[in-house]
C-alpha cells in the first residue's frame, strides 16, 4: 500500500511543479494561470494515486488497467484547453497555454506514478520552451498579425489611399473596421494586418501620415 508520506510528498511535488509551468502563464495575462495549472496537475496526480490504491487493495489487481484513468484524464484536460484558445480579432491566441495545461495533466499522473525523475525533466523542459524560446519563436515567425489604426479628414472614401498604400509594402488586410469620432468629418480606420516581416512597419506608419487628410497612423 501507498503510505500516506508518498500520497503527501507527490501531490505536493505536482502542485510545486505545476505551479512553476502556470507562473509562466499567468505573467502573461493568461486566463489560465498559476492555479489553474496547479489544480490540473494536482488532481492528475490525485487520479493515478487512486489508481495505483484500487490496483493495491484489490483481490485481483490483475484485473484492474492503472491507465484507464489516466487516459480519461487526458482526454479531459483537452476539453478544458479547448476553453483556454480564442479567436482575437485576426488572430488565434491560447494554443499554447492549452498546450501547457496538457503537459501538466502528464506531469501530475507521472507524479503520481511516482515516476518523480521523468515528471522533474519534464517540468524542466516546459519551463525552457515558455521563458527561453518564446523570443526565438517570435523571430522565426515570418507571418505577423498587427492592428494598425489610421484616423483621417474625410469619411471611407478616403480609405482606398490607405489600402493601397498598405499593399505597395506588401500588407495584407484581413479586416476593417470604421469608427466615427467625436470630432465632424473625422473618421477611423482600425485595420487588421498581416504582416510579412516587421522591418517595414515604421516606414508604413510615416507614409501613412505623410498621406493628405491623415491626422494620425499607429500600431496599436
Known sequence: MISDVVVVERL?????????????RER????????????????SCLVMLTNLM?????????AIDPTRMAAQVISGVGFLGAGTILRFQASIRGLTTAASLWAVAG???????????????ATLLVLLVLF????????????????????????????DRV?????????????????????????QFKLQVKLVSE??????????????????????
Request: aromatic share 8%.
Open 163 to 187: 489600402r493601397d498604400l498598405c499593399a505597395a509594402y506588401g500588407v495584407e488586410l484581413q479586416n476593417l473596421e470604421v469608427k466615427p469620432t467625436n470630432e465632424s468629418g473625422v473618421s
Open 54 to 62: 484500487l490496483v493495491d487493495s484489490s483481490t485481483h489487481p490483475a
Open 132 to 159: 527561453g524560446l518564446s523570443g526565438w519563436e517570435r523571430r522565426m515567425r515570418k507571418e505577423i498579425y498587427r492592428t494598425l489604426l489610421v484616423e483621417v479628414q474625410g469619411g471611407v472614401e478616403r480609405f
Open 12 to 24: 505536493v511535488m505536482a502542485m510545486v511543479l505545476a505551479g512553476a509551468i502556470g507562473y509562466e
Open 199 to 220: 522591418r517595414d512597419e515604421d516606414a508604413l506608419i510615416r507614409d501613412l501620415v505623410q498621406l493628405d487628410g491623415t491626422r494620425k497612423a499607429q500600431w496599436l
Open 107 to 121: 506531469i501530475g499522473i507521472a507524479t503520481g506514478s511516482g515516476f518523480l525523475f521523468g515528471a522533474a525533466v
Open 28 to 43: 502573461h495575462g493568461r486566463a489560465a494561470g498559476f492555479r489553474t495549472h496547479i489544480l490540473v496537475a494536482v488532481g
